[in-house]
T-cell receptor, first 111, second 112 residues
Framework: QKEVEQNSGPLSVPEGAIASLNCTYS??????FFWYRQYSGKSPELIMF????GDKEDGRFTAQLNKASQYVSLLIRDSQPSDSATYLC???????????FGKGTKLSVIP | DGGITQSPKYLFRKEGQNVTLSCEQN?????MYWYRQDPGQGLRLIYY???????QKGDIAEGYSVSREKKESFPLTVTSAQKNPTAFYLC???????????FGSGTQLSVL
């Protein structure tokens, strides 16, 4: 069965620090990778996507993908209390409309 | 104002009752999805549709039904056969494969 493994946390970091969120996936055929942020009681919102090995940066966020190790991560620089949320790691297979969701990592940024 | 509209925000179901959750989009996206989220759990796919008049079962389709008569609309019916319907239901759209999902604001369904 296709799976995404995430540390459920909670992960606590002080304000201004770098938060590192990690995810491993089981299917070597995975083609697309996404990070979603979900505040309590709200719907998930897409914050990053990555398709190729390496790093992709967008503002304070950096997504890192290593397909050989089946590993994807999200770094949040200069963490803010407003970053406190659950972060969902998601991947999609080749030619598939279906996405597989991890259970999420809860991040708390301490002022 | 473009987006995905889910209604109602809160819904209560009585024993033996069918209820329908609405999802409308004006993003002109081809694909639409229904997910269920239980506390502390990941999202689980109920049904998805790539085009009008066609839809496929997801991982937990039992006790649910859908229709896709228009590109803009993808309603979900929670039937009486679904014995544990209490959950947060999320409708989503995408432009196709390798594309991310865009979510509506969700419907919280509870059993009376």
């Amino acid at each position: 069965q296709k799976e995404v493994e995430q540390n459920s946390g909670p992960l606590s970091v002080p304000e201004g620090a770098i938060a590192s969120l990690n995810c491993t996936y089981s299917d070597r055929g995975s083609q697309s990778f996404f990070w979603y942020r979900q505040y309590s009681g709200k719907s998930p919102e897409l914050i990053m996507f990555i398709y190729s090995n390496g790093d992709k940066e967008d503002g304070r966020f950096t997504a890192q993908l290593n397909k050989a190790s089946q590993y994807v991560s999200l770094l949040i620089r200069d963490s803010q209390p407003s970053d406190s949320a659950t972060y969902l790691c998601v991947w999609g297979g080749a030619g598939s409309y279906q996405l597989t969701f991890g259970k999420g990592t809860k991040l708390s940024v301490i002022p | 104002d473009g987006g995905i509209t889910q209604s109602p925000k809160y819904l209560f179901r009585k024993e033996g009752q069918n209820v329908t959750l609405s999802c409308e989009q004006n993003l002109n996206h081809d694909a639409m999805y229904w997910y269920r989220q239980d506390p502390g759990q990941g999202l689980r796919l109920i049904y998805y549709s790539q085009i009008v008049n066609d839809f496929q079962k997801g991982d937990i389709a039992e006790g649910y039904s859908v229709s896709r008569e228009k590109k803009e609309s993808f309603p979900l019916t929670v039937t009486s056969a679904q014995k544990n319907p209490t959950a947060f239901y999320l409708c989503a759209t995408s432009t196709g494969t390798h594309a991310g999902l865009f979510f509506g604001s969700g419907t919280q369904l509870s059993v009376l």
